[in-house]
């Protein structure tokens, strides 16, 4: 047999049979393009993130400096691996937006024209923002309400309110969007520092290592050598900041995830290929007859063998051609999504070439690799094998346990006895259907109830919270005149006085150094001043015990704060940082706080010993005696603008409903790429039921036509089909339930850590189940209503004569 | 109890002793094939008396099982008349159909066609399932009296790939005689059995028409025609001798 008449021949039976062909493609194009989808966002995310941060030229370490003089400038300059430096200040200003007042970090730049460090990129107005303007960043519009041209108010810790013009935008890809933080991002000159009522005076000390390594232990050497030598000058040294070296805040969290999808969509891959392997072999047994044939005309194994082989090559490259594109397609749209979500600007969307090296191969050869075995028995077969099989490999039914105690099952009518006692015949496929349907479900479960395991997580600020607003003060202030300023206010509950500071885990001999990126926020550790009896918060314990009043040295420390520490327990002691000064502490419990970055928690007198702050507070937690929201709001305000009018400065002030407001949709992304996953392997699922149930409808031609013999009507047969394409949607279903609750329990593991160092508590969404119930329902009868209906059509004659 | 009465109306007609039960005229089957139309019955005149035995034997390809076919509403002519106790089948449609031929014609099938998930009593219950007929509570019982009486009550609960070839053939002759039929028509049913098991069989075939049943059995085996009333000859789709027979008795053996 020529090669050409060989693959004439492969061409015409494919021809002669399109509807498994055109399954073949959608299957593998669907598994094709789950793949592309993820892995094209994934190489564009990653390298994008990297390129969006290099491109500021991120410091290796701040040094919180209190002032950065020109020698001081100097003396870093000339310093040994020293490559740039730059002086810098950000400041928590207040912006008032309606009748609020929001946060906002405002970015004191020495010099627009001469950005050395962390920089960030013009998008539109004037560079540098003339004095008395300034520029803010383009997610900050949303929760400024205004665009460029308008203007804001901002107080800044020792200013009045002033009113500031909005002279252009920027992206500042270092940051989160303000809307996610609910804070607006401002640059601005020293001068207009001035005009807002500041001294003039840059903070930071920024630095760059020659090369910018990435090695952490260099970076942390050379910046306490720094530090060290300023020290000896006579500088005080407030705190060293040195982020994971040439790392994006959210760089870890999003690998995290991409990899979590990928890994799905992998699956869904292989989970497609192995349902082409049944389909393919389902068309050998029709073909083996003529495999018998051909072989006893004189063709061998390694004849017959490739041609099932370059079929399914066909089939990969056809799918390939389907589902790279529409996945890479749908990558961009994906990548432009997450992209918005971290503030990144995507330079370019091209895919690089392992990504389709990769594609084309999984396209081309995973079918050929899963069905290859099955090719391979198939074309071993001898002729008196081949011609002397019966078409339809049906193995009797009857003689195994199973089948003997399903022939016991009772108490349906017969044709529902007789869908589900069929639905075992071929047991392999059924596996293979269930699996397939199973992933689906127990994906889209996992997906609804992450959303909603999530939305408990942040309910928890309400529950383990009792405060309804917390003002961070710039300074310390006395108790006693901030408890008659608010005398005035009624309705407040009560306020209570707990301490601030931003603390290190400190080493001996050598300064603190903390994970805080520049934007004061991620990787920050705080310490608070707690009165021990404190009505304002009630978080779980995860060990030890809660403070007591009268513990000097005693520290609670938060599930955040022990991930810093990974080998600290109960019992420990740890040196901390504040102020300046450092001071060990013994760790008497760790407490499950969500809503909250590392807080490590001492008694008020103990802050106030540490800190020499006796008789005065840095942060109030203020309880209303109004349950109803506009009035609370409005409670809230009157206190601002008390502290205010009295002269004390606020440095933030948080109601407990904007902190939820913040949380609240940070994981939805994952989630609807949870939800899309599932659908992809949904999708698959019921094409691995459709292609089960038109089978098994095609191996049991003869007996539907022995029972069209003996009375079913075609309605019945419909009936009986359906039922069991449905049967095994419901197992399906139960097993969905059963699968996602693993899934949940690692999916939640990683968002919760990612999040907040906790793993989610395992939430099951009843929603979900019952939701799922229905599309399994509706989605099995759909996927077996046409086989069904084909088979109800068949003439009985035909059916009867069916080998 | 309405249901019941729906279905006694859709059972065939009492036919009047003498009577035709099955009146088959100049019936046509056409096939269309790529080779061209393929003519299977070519103008058959057959009338069949209510409680006969008769057998349709032809070679192969002569047009046998169409015959069985067109009896059974299993397939449509292409032309000409078919009346079987006094339905007329081309009025019915599938559904129809398939109800008829469950209430009034028994088929028994070469390879017995047993469905193999079902166990043999409930294989029996099926047809009276199907058409709706006893109370529920009753299938059960009479399935197993239908098995007892082809001797095989024993086997009742077992699946029937546990069974012989010979067990199987009378379970599917149970299972055809489970709406207590008019008609009880056969497809070679001793095609695939041993001649002891093969007169067991016929005899029980004999019986039943000795109390009424109209049997019909196609068959190629000529040495059958000793145990039938009738026999009608078929060759290329035409009927070639319709010879009515004294019918022998069966030999003895098989069931008891």
């Given at each position: 047999?020529?090669?050409?008449?060989?693959?004439?021949?492969?061409?015409?039976?494919?021809?002669?049979?399109?509807?498994?062909?055109?399954?073949?493609?959608?299957?593998?194009?669907?598994?094709?393009?789950?793949?592309?989808?993820?892995?094209?966002?994934?190489?564009?995310?990653?390298?994008?993130?990297?390129?969006?941060?290099?491109?500021?030229?991120?410091?290796?370490?701040?040094?919180?400096?209190?002032?950065?003089?020109?020698?001081?400038?100097?003396?870093?300059?000339?310093?040994?691996?020293?490559?740039?430096?730059?002086?810098?200040?950000v400041m928590t200003a207040r912006v008032k937006v309606g009748d609020d007042w929001l946060p906002m970090l405002?970015?004191?730049?020495?010099?627009?024209?001469?950005?050395?460090?962390?920089?960030?990129?013009?998008?539109?107005?004037?560079?540098?923002?003339?004095?008395?303007?300034?520029?803010?960043?383009?997610?900050?519009?949303?929760?400024?309400?205004?665009?460029?041209?308008?203007?804001?108010?901002?107080?800044?810790?020792?200013?009045?309110p002033t009113k500031v013009m909005i002279s252009g935008i920027v992206h500042d890809a270092t940051l989160a969007p303000a809307w996610q933080e609910q804070s607006g991002y401002g640059y601005i000159t020293r001068e207009t520092l001035v005009a807002l009522g500041e001294p003039p005076v840059l903070e930071e000390l920024r630095i760059q290592l020659a090369g910018n390594p990435a090695n952490l232990s260099l970076v942390e050497d050379t910046t306490q050598a720094l530090a060290t030598v300023l020290r000896e000058q006579g500088y005080t040294i407030h705190e060293l900041r040195i982020p994971p070296p040439r790392t994006h805040p959210h760089q870890t969290q999003m690998t995290g995830v991409m990899f979590l999808l990928l890994s799905f969509s992998v699956m869904a891959l292989l989970l497609s290929a192995v349902l082409v392997a049944t389909v393919v072999a389902a068309m050998l047994t029709k073909q083996v007859r003529e495999i018998g044939i051909m072989k006893s005309v004189g063709a061998r194994t390694a004849q017959i063998a490739?041609?099932?082989?370059?079929?399914?090559?066909?089939?990969?490259?056809?799918?390939?051609?389907?589902?790279?594109?529409?996945?890479?397609?749908?990558?961009?749209?994906?990548?432009?999504?997450?992209a918005k979500l971290l503030n990144l600007v995507i330079y370019s969307y091209q895919a690089p070439s392992w990504v389709y090296a990769i594609l084309i191969s999984s396209g081309l050869f995973i079918p050929i690799l899963v069905a290859l075995p099955t090719v391979m028995k198939g074309s071993r077969l001898?002729?008196?094998?081949?011609?002397?099989?019966?078409?339809?490999?049906?193995?009797?039914?009857?003689?195994?346990?199973?089948?003997?105690?399903?022939?016991?099952?009772?108490?349906?009518?017969?044709?529902?006895?007789?869908?589900?006692?069929?639905?075992?015949?071929?047991?392999?496929?059924?596996?293979?259907?269930?699996?397939?349907?199973?992933?689906?479900?127990g994906m889209f479960i996992t997906g609804l109830n992450i959303r909603d395991g999530w939305e408990n997580f942040v309910g928890r600020i309400?529950?383990?919270?009792?405060?309804?607003?917390?003002?961070?003060?710039?300074?310390?202030?006395?108790?006693?005149?901030?408890?008659?300023?608010?005398?005035?206010v009624s309705k407040i509950r009560k306020v209570e006085f707990w301490g601030v500071s931003s603390t290190a885990v400190a080493r001996d001999g050598e300064i603190d150094i903390a994970r805080t990126y520049p934007d004061g926020g991620h990787g920050s550790f705080r310490l608070f001043g707690t009165p021990p009896n404190t009505e304002m918060i009630k978080f779980p314990l995860l060990s030890g015990r809660w403070l007591r009043t009268g513990d000097t040295n005693a520290v609670v420390i938060n599930q955040t704060a022990r991930a810093m520490m990974p080998m600290a327990k109960v019992g420990d002691q740890i040196m901390l940082s504040q102020e300046g000064t450092s001071k060990p502490w013994l760790i008497v419990g760790m407490v499950e706080e969500i809503g909250s970055a590392a807080v490590a928690y001492v008694t008020k007198q103990a802050f106030d010993e540490a800190t020499g702050t006796d008789g005065a507070a840095k942060m109030l937690r203020i309880s209303t005696s109004t349950s109803e929201a506009t009035e609370r709001k409005e409670v809230i305000r009157k206190i601002d603008s008390t502290l205010s009018d009295a002269g004390i400065s606020v440095k933030r002030g948080v109601p407990l409903t904007l902190l939820r407001t913040a949380m609240g949709d940070h994981v939805l992304v994952l989630v609807s790429m949870l939800v899309a996953t599932s659908a992809l392997l949904a999708v698959i699922g019921i094409l691995g039921l459709a292609s089960t149930m038109t089978m098994n409808v095609i191996e049991r031609t003869r007996e539907l036509g022995i029972m069209r013999a003996i009375g079913a009507t075609p309605k019945l047969i419909l009936k009986i089909i359906v039922t069991e394409g449905v049967a095994i949607g419901l197992m399906s279903w139960v097993l969905a339930i059963l699968l996602s609750l693993p899934l949940s329990i690692l999916i939640g593991s990683i968002v919760g850590d990612m999040s907040f160092k906790t793993p989610l508590a395992l939430t099951v969404s009843p929603f979900a189940i019952l939701f799922w119930f229905l599309m399994v329902i509706a989605l099995s009868a759909l996927a077996t209503l046409l086989p069904a209906r084909r088979a109800a059509k068949r003439p009985v004659h035909e059916a009867l004569a069916y080998e | 109890m309405t249901k019941m009465h729906a279905i006694e109306h859709n059972r065939t007609d009492t036919v009047a002793p003498g009577g035709s039960i099955i009146d088959m005229q100049n019936v046509v089957k056409t096939y269309e094939t790529t080779s061209g139309a393929f003519t299977a019955l070519d103008g058959v005149d057959m009338k069949v008396a209510a409680g006969e035995y008769l057998a349709i034997i032809g070679k192969s390809g002569s047009g046998k099982s169409t015959m069985i076919n067109m009896i059974t509403g299993i397939d449509r002519s292409t032309s000409g008349s078919i009346v079987v106790g006094g339905v007329r089948i081309a009025d019915l449609n599938e559904s129809g159909l398939a109800t008829w031929r469950?209430?009034?014609?028994?088929?028994v099938f070469q390879f017995f066609q047993l469905l193999p998930t079902l166990t043999v009593v409930e294989n029996v219950m099926l047809p009276m399932e199907f058409c709706n007929t006893y109370p529920s509570r009753e299938r059960r019982l009479r399935a197993l009296?239908?098995?007892?009486?082809?001797?095989?009550?024993?086997?009742?609960?077992k699946l029937p790939a546990t069974l012989s070839g010979g067990q199987q053939q009378r379970v599917a002759i149970a299972r055809a005689l489970a709406n207590e039929p008019a008609i009880l028509v056969a497809d070679e049913p001793t095609g695939n059995l041993d001649s002891r098991t093969s007169d067991a069989v016929l005899r029980q075939f004999s019986d039943l028409a000795d109390t009424g049943t109209t049997v019909i059995m196609v068959t190629h085996e000529r040495d059958v025609a000793n145990v039938v009333d009738r026999t009608i000859t078929l060759a290329d789709g035409k009927v070639e001798a319709d010879v009515a027979v004294l019918r022998q008795p069966a030999k003895a053996g098989g069931p008891k």
């Open positions: 047999m020529s090669i050409g008449l060989r693959w004439e021949k492969m061409y015409r039976d494919m021809l002669g049979d399109q509807g498994r062909a055109i399954f073949l493609l959608i299957t593998v194009s669907v598994g094709i393009f789950g793949v592309s989808t993820i892995l094209s966002t994934y190489s564009i995310l990653t390298r994008e993130m990297q390129r969006n941060y290099m491109d500021t030229n991120p410091a290796s370490a701040t040094i919180d400096i209190g002032e950065v003089t020109d020698a001081v400038l100097a003396t870093t300059r000339n310093f040994p691996g020293i490559a740039e430096v730059e002086a810098r200040t405002l970015f004191v730049i020495d010099d627009f024209n001469d950005l050395r460090l962390n920089s960030f990129r013009k998008v539109s107005g004037a560079w540098p923002p003339p004095t008395g303007t300034l520029l803010i960043e383009h997610t900050a519009e949303r929760v400024l309400k205004q665009k460029e041209g308008g203007s804001v108010l901002i107080r800044t810790p020792h200013g009045l490739p041609m099932y082989l370059f079929m399914l090559l066909f089939v990969g490259l056809i799918s390939s051609a389907i589902g790279i594109p529409a996945g890479i397609f749908a990558g961009w749209q994906f990548a432009d999504m997450v001898t002729v008196r094998e081949a011609i002397t099989d019966f078409g339809v490999g049906e193995s009797s039914f009857g003689e195994g346990r199973m089948d003997t105690a399903l022939g016991r099952l009772g108490g349906f009518g017969l044709p529902y006895l007789l869908a589900i006692r069929n639905m075992f015949r071929r047991r392999g496929r059924l596996f293979l259907a269930l699996t397939l349907l199973a992933f689906g479900g309400n529950t383990d919270r009792f405060y309804d607003v917390e003002f961070t003060l710039n300074d310390a202030t006395s108790t006693d005149r901030i408890t008659r300023a608010l005398e005035t | 469950g209430l009034n014609v028994g088929v009296d239908l098995l007892d009486r082809v001797g095989i009550a024993e086997q009742a609960n």
